[in-house]
């Protein structure tokens, strides 16, 4: 039975270590766990989008996964699609350059027994850069390929909040046209699970034939929720046939460390503001 393990919402920093040692100990519960791979399901870094040693630094850190790393790309690294929550961090070719050049790939498809797992860009949807089309162009192929195969769908955003068809647009999740036209796509492809992340929450809701889980945070504890769970964990999925079987597992030592009190309750918007403060890097 292939298993496979779901990090999300790392954000490490070679200068703001606060959830270094979250990071470590999920490292070590993947690394004793029997899985064939480990999705890093975006915002890997704190300041990625602009600054290369954030990335690098990320990088590095998951080269101490024994399993292959499959990463994909949030918000904190590459930037957002506009309008974005950070107007001054909105995804463009350089930002995409500087993720290639540590990860060399932003999508990805993977078999897992009978199951094919499809790793996507979800910063691109909406951004009308190139490498969105080109990255539907790609998608076509894979779901012409997988034929009815069951499929797998990771990304960093969810699709939506409670429906498909909701308005208005948020920077919580895809925005609607480009949601619109993501399940255009996946129309007739046998889609039975989409693991996001991006609200640092665990959630699942299943609409059709599709289950959508929300992965849970390595790094921090939900700021707000949304109907799910909001402390710190990573998730197991063991797929068999046409079917999977999903564990929210929460190690030992893990801390759902508070944002709001982490930034001083409003004296620093963002992380990348505060004071330097490096992780213990020997963890």
């Known amino acids: 039975m292939p298993r496979i393990i779901v990090l999300s919402d790392l954000h490490l920093s070679p200068t703001h270590g606060f959830f270094w040692q979250n990071w470590c100990i999920a490292r070590d519960f993947a690394n004793a766990a029997e899985v064939e791979a480990v999705i890093v399901n975006g915002d890997l870094t ?7 040693a954030e990335v690098a630094f990320a990088a590095a850190a998951l080269k101490g996964l024994r399993a292959p790393a499959l990463a ?5 690294d590459v930037g957002d699609e506009p309008p974005g929550q950070d107007p001054e961090q909105i995804i463009n070719v350089e930002r995409l350059a500087r993720w290639n050049r540590l990860f060399v790939i932003d999508r990805w498809v993977r078999e897992a027994g009978s199951w094919v797992l499809i790793g996507l860009n979800a910063q691109l949807f909406g951004s009308q850069l190139e490498r969105e089309h080109e990255q539907g162009r790609w998608l076509d192929d894979q779901l012409i390929a997988a034929q009815r195969r069951p499929l797998a769908l990771f990304l960093h955003k969810p699709l939506f909040i409670e429906q498909p068809g ?11 046209a480009a949601r619109a036209a993501l399940l255009t796509r996946l ?7 989409v693991v996001s992340g991006h609200l640092h929450e665990h959630r699942e809701r299943t609409l059709g034939r599709t289950r959508h889980v929300w992965a849970p945070a390595v790094g921090f504890a939900a ?3 949304h109907g799910g769970d909001g402390t710190c964990g990573l998730l197991t999925i063991a797929f068999s046939g046409d079917a999977f079987e999903i564990a929210v597992e929460k190690p030992a030592g893990l801390v759902s460390h508070d944002l709001a009190g ?3 309750h409003g004296r620093y918007k963002f992380l990348r503001d ?8 020997d963890g």
């Open 46 to 52: 704190i300041n990625g989008a602009d600054n290369d």
């Open 72 to 76: 994909l790309p949030g918000n904190h």
């Open 166 to 176: 909701e308005e208005p647009a948020t920077t919580s999740c895809m925005g609607p």
């Open 187 to 193: 129309a007739h492809a046998n889609v039975q699970l």
């Open 223 to 225: 700021p707000g929720l």
């Open 262 to 264: 982490i930034k001083g």
């Open 274 to 281: 505060m004071p330097a403060s490096p992780p213990p890097v």
